[in-house]
Every structure is written in C-alpha cells, then in structure tokens.
C-alpha cells in the first residue's frame, strides 16, 4: 500500500536521523572525554614523546618534499600570472602569505592524515579487536591516559612545527624557481615578503595547524577505538579515519580561516 | 555438590541481550575463595560474555556480579579501578601490547600501578617470565615468539601484580594438545603456589576435569550444571552428556 510505503520510509528516514545524531554525539563525548583526561595527572610523557615521534618525525620527509613542490608551483603560477599584469615583485608575498596562512597547515594536516593519521586508526584498530584496550582496562589503567590523550598532544604539537617546516620550506621552493629560474633578484623576493607577511598570517597558520592536529588525533583515536570486526573493520575504519579527518579540515579550514583575522 | 563457603565471587541472575539475541539469561554461579572454576559450554554460549560482565567490561542488562561483597556491575571509576587491581586476566588472544617486548609486556603494570619499588620491577618481572619457563625471551617481541610462548606471556603478565583473582579466557585455544597439557599444568601449579581465586573459561575436555576444583556448564544461557569434575563426567543429565561426550544433537 502506498501509504505504508510512505511510512515505512518516514521511519527509516528517522531511524537513519537518530543514528547519525547519536553517533555525532559519540564523537564529540569521545573527544571530551579525552580533554578531560589530558588535565588530570598524572600525564605519560613516555607515551606522549613516543607519538610525537611517531606522528612528527616519520612525517618529516613528505612534509619536506610536498612543501618545496607547494612552493615551487605557486612560485611558478604566481609568476607566469603577475608577470601578465606586471607585478612579478610582488610574488613573494604570493607564495609566503599563501602558504602560511593557508596551505602550509592545510597541506600539511593532509599530508600527516594520510601518514600517520591512517597508521594510528589502524594500530589502535588493531589493538582493539586483539584485546590489548581492554587488556589495559582491567589492569585498572585507562586507555584514554595511555593511548589516546598523549596522541592529541602529539597532534596539537607537531602539526604547528610540520606546518612551519612546511611554510620555510616552500618558501624556499618559491625562491628557486623566481630567483634562480626567472631571475627574480633574492632581495626582491624576500624584501617584500618580509614587508608584507605580518605576524598575524603567522598565528592564524598555527592557530589552523593546531586544530587540525587536533581533528586528526580525535578522529584516528575514535575510529581506532570504535572498530568493527576483523581485519576488514580495520581496513574500513582506517578508510573513514583517513576520509573524515580529510573532510573535516577542509571545512574546519573554510570556518577558521573566515573567523580568524 | 559440594558446601561452598562464603563465596570471593557471586553472580546472580545476570541477563545480557545483544540486539534480538539474548546470551545470558539469568546466570547464577558461587565461586569459592582460592578455587578453580572451570566454565564449559558451547562455542557462542557467552561464556566469553559471561567473563567479560565479571570483569566489568560490559555491564548486565540485569543482575549482579559481587567480587569480594562489591557489585562491580555497580562500580565506576576509581571504585572499580580499586577492585580490578587485585585481577589477572588472560585474554584468548594474550593481548600482548605488540609493540613492546615480552620483558616489557610483563613489567607494564608493576610498573605502572607503583605498588613495588623501582628497582624491584625488573627482577620481579624476570622471576614472573622465569615461573612460566621463559626467562631467556625477555628481549623478543610477541610476534617473534610462538603462540604457546605467547600464552605463557600473558599469564605472567596476568600473575606479576599478585592478584587474588585470576580470569582465563580460553588460555590453550590454538594449541597441540602437548601445549594444552603443559598450561594446564603451569596454572595448576601456580593456583596452589599462590592461592588465587580462579574463572577460567573452556572447552578443552577432557583435560578440564585434571584441573578443575568445579565445573559449571553454561547452556542456553543459563548455568544448567555445576559440580566437581568427577560429579559433571558421571552427570546423567543429557545435554551434559551430550558436551561432554561430544555427540552431535538429534533434531
């Protein structure tokens, strides 16, 4: 009957609303759970300083080789494009105010999503379904403590330090292609990045960068956390860690970068 | 049956329904002080859901868990963090942190919980390492070592805090039946050592009923018999009989 149709699909419409809402809420408890836990002592520096290395330094190699290429095209389009109107002095300012405020954190989140973000849903995945979470739980010592408060502190620290390494590094990329490649004089390309990259640019990229390190380690811990079964729940939450932390500092980025100055 | 003192751990009418499947419905089991209670039933009977309500990691939908005259189904935060410091717990798989070394696997929670000395902690997990026969393999990783030796990692880990009650969920599956044999012995040999109260649950049978102090059957989500080995294995009651003799169900 079409009416029953109507009905039935009136209920999984609203079925499917209340799931989504409470698996929403799920994934904010989770992360205000972990805050909560991150100012409660005492902290596992062993553990915080092992993520830290883990999400940094492992990171280090694609952040450098993506923010030289970063900055290398935007000083290439930058040039053919001012170059048109006249203003190739002004490219400088291109490459550094762009990276800085917005592709440095943004690339650079991306970049650490893909490594370490997927790596860190599927080790905690793992750990999981193999029992060790809840081998830490009835050894009476919370995996909130242990695992995931020290991978947000590893987040929120090294993705402002990535992002910066990002930036410099770009920055650089953009000089070899003006100044060894058109050449552009250095004093140009620095002189008017120095005269117009200001500190606020600064604070809003690490602003940025912090919260999406945050996003990332939020997101990998949950996913990890909340794995289906088997291998194949850890390859999919390893997927949807990798897919949401994505999405999510895109459209986090779209919000801080209209709110900050 | 036998008089059971006052009991170290009691579970009354415990009843868990996962979706429309209802696992546990209405568990009743007394296990005395410093015994081995062996839990026995059919795979995807809730034995293993049975252990995980004793262990406060799922909370009934009905019903008590009592260790030591505190309901742990009631218990939250520091509460029950206080009464699982006095558990071991085996879990099927090890649960071996795969990240650390099997040293540093057994001298996790000593070193975490700060009850014994700094200096203490490496010779007490070395001792623990020693009592399961694995004194050389400190060093090694857990996927570098077999998974019998992995058993035995777990149970130091479990025995390394002194608890006073021990939790075993399945310890031998996956095992020839020489290993099976051989861990039995060893938790035998440390339950009279140390005197801890024991669940352990599986379905190694025969060999159980070497080592039990009682046995209880878990079926159709219910304690349906419990009593000495020698009283289950001359039980004449049918569906004993049938798991424990291993005859296939006529429908």
Redesign the interface.
């Known amino acids: 009957m079409p009416g029953s149709l109507v009905l039935d699909g009136v209920q999984s419409l609203g079925r499917y609303g209340i799931r989504t809402l409470a698996s929403l809420g799920r994934f904010g408890m989770f992360l205000g759970e972990a805050l909560l836990w991150a100012v409660v002592p005492p902290f596992k520096a062993r553990q915080a300083l092992q993520r830290i290395w883990f999400v940094g330094l492992r990171s280090l190699s694609v952040i450098l080789l993506t923010g030289a290429f970063t900055g290398m095209v935007l000083g290439l389009q930058g040039m053919l494009m001012l170059q048109r109107v006249g203003s190739e002095a002004f490219v400088g300012p291109l490459v550094a105010i762009a990276l800085v405020r917005e592709l440095g954190p943004v690339l650079a989140a991306l970049m650490v999503t893909g490594r370490a973000g997927s790596a860190l849903a599927a080790?905690i995945g793992?750990?999981r379904i193999?029992?060790?979470i809840?081998?830490l739980?009835?050894?009476?010592?919370?995996p909130m403590r242990y695992l995931v408060v020290p991978t947000l502190v590893a987040g929120v620290v090294t993705l402002p330090l990535l992002a910066w390494i990002f930036d410099v590094v770009g920055i650089y990329g953009g000089y070899l292609v003006t100044v060894k490649l058109f050449g552009m004089s250095s004093g140009t390309y620095f002189g008017q990045i120095r005269a117009f990259l200001d500190t606020g640019d600064i604070w809003v990229g690490f602003w940025k960068a912090l919260v999406f390190g945050l996003i990332i380690a939020w997101v990998a811990c949950y996913k990890g956390f909340h794995v289906g079964h088997g291998a194949e729940g850890v390859g999919r939450a390893t997927t949807e860690a990798v897919v949401l932390a994505s999405v999510l500092i895109l459209v986090v980025d779209y919000f801080l970068g209209s709110v900050l100055p | 049956m036998t008089a059971v003192p006052a009991p170290a751990i009691r579970v009354e009418g415990l009843k868990k329904r996962f979706g429309t499947q209802e696992v546990l419905r209405g568990v009743d089991l007394a296990v005395a002080p410093a015994e081995l209670m062996v839990v026995i039933g059919r795979s995807g009977g809730g034995k293993s859901v049975l252990l995980r309500h004793l262990l406060a990691l799922v909370r009934p939908d009905a019903g008590r868990v009592v260790i030591d005259g505190q309901d742990v189904a009631a218990l939250h935060g520091r509460a029950l963090d206080g009464i699982r410091e006095r558990f071991g717990v085996v879990f099927q798989g090890g649960a071996l942190f795969d990240s650390s070394t099997v040293l540093e696997n057994v001298l996790f929670p000593i070193r975490e919980r700060r009850r014994f000395a700094p200096t203490d902690l490496v010779p007490r997990a070395q001792e623990a390492l020693a009592q399961v026969g694995l004194a050389e393999m400190g060093h090694k990783y857990p996927a570098e070592i077999s998974g019998g030796m992995r058993k035995r990692v777990a149970i130091a880990r479990a025995l390394v805090t002194e608890p006073q009650v021990v939790f075993l969920d399945e310890p031998t599956t996956g095992l020839d039946p020489i290993l099976v044999n051989s861990i039995h012995h060893l938790i035998v040999g440390l339950h009279r050592k140390y005197g801890f109260t024991a669940v352990m649950v599986s379905h190694e049978i025969p060999e159980i009923f070497q080592i039990a102090s009682r046995v209880a059957m878990l079926h159709e989500g219910r304690i349906h018999a419990v009593g000495t080995p020698a009283e289950i294995q001359d039980s004449t009651d049918p569906a004993v009989r049938r798991f424990i003799h291993g005859e296939v169900e006529e429908r």
């Open positions: 080790e793992v750990m193999t029992e060790q809840d081998a739980t009835v050894m009476a010592l919370n």
